[in-house]
């Protein structure tokens, strides 16, 4: 027999950060404080070592150029076909919708969430703004930044909606928009959570891929 306590010691998930573009170094100190190890993504190989994906705020254009230039589109479409849970935020949110209104003519999607989305659109009232908001799952109000940032027009009916945004209310008091959305593990924010320091949401992402892990 073996004497001694046997410590377990839980495995950090290791949560990927597509560093192709973006605002990857925020999302990385983020998902590290959500407990998770973050590990920045630019080749199939470090693709495979991942649980999870975050799809970073950038330009979505550019970012599915470069993907499609570094050979991920495909793995990547794959790997989340076959379950990986990804997080997008704002460019990360275009690439992955099944539809983008406004987008360019070359933009390419990863089709992992059944959604239509409107690239900048909330561009033509005001580039980029601040707001609270309350965000399914994440107790208390979160600071949202919206930086020439996507609203999501049309959902799947397996699609959960976590947050909406009154676009104008002076134009139409009912004009809610949705910013944050949920398909089983994949998890999409109009909006910056890696911008202003809080964690809450990544936890809730680091939390479904440890499950899942
Ligand atoms: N802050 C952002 O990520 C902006 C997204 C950008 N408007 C796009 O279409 O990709």
């Not at 046997?6 to 192709?20: C, N």
Request: net charge negative.
């Amino acid at each position: 027999m073996i004497a001694g306590k046997v410590t377990y010691v839980p495995q950090r998930p290791v949560v990927g950060v597509l560093a192709l573009q973006g605002d990857v170094r925020e999302h990385a100190a983020l998902l590290e404080r959500a407990g998770a190890r973050a590990l920045a993504v630019r080749r199939v190989s470090e693709l495979a070592e991942v649980d999870g994906l975050v799809l970073p705020g950038g330009e979505s254009t550019t970012m599915s150029r470069l993907l499609d230039s570094f050979a991920l589109l495909e793995p990547l479409r794959h790997r989340i076909r076959d379950g990986l849970p990804v997080f997008g935020s704002c460019a990360g949110m275009v690439l992955l919708a099944r539809q983008v209104l406004d987008g360019r003519p070359d933009q390419r999607q990863l089709d992992a969430l059944d959604v239509v989305v409107r690239r900048n659109a909330f561009g033509r009232q005001v580039d980029s703004f601040e707001t609270e908001l309350e965000v399914a799952g994440v107790e208390g109000r979160v600071q949202a930044v919206f930086i020439r940032a996507p609203w999501v027009e049309k959902v799947g009916h397996d699609v959960q909606v976590l947050a909406t945004v009154v676009d104008d209310p002076l134009a139409d008091p009912a004009a809610d928009r949705i910013v944050a959305v949920r398909q089983g593990r994949v998890f999409a924010t109009a909006f910056h959570p890696e911008l202003t320091g809080d964690e809450r949401i990544h936890r809730l992402f680091v939390r479904t891929v440890s499950e899942v892990a």
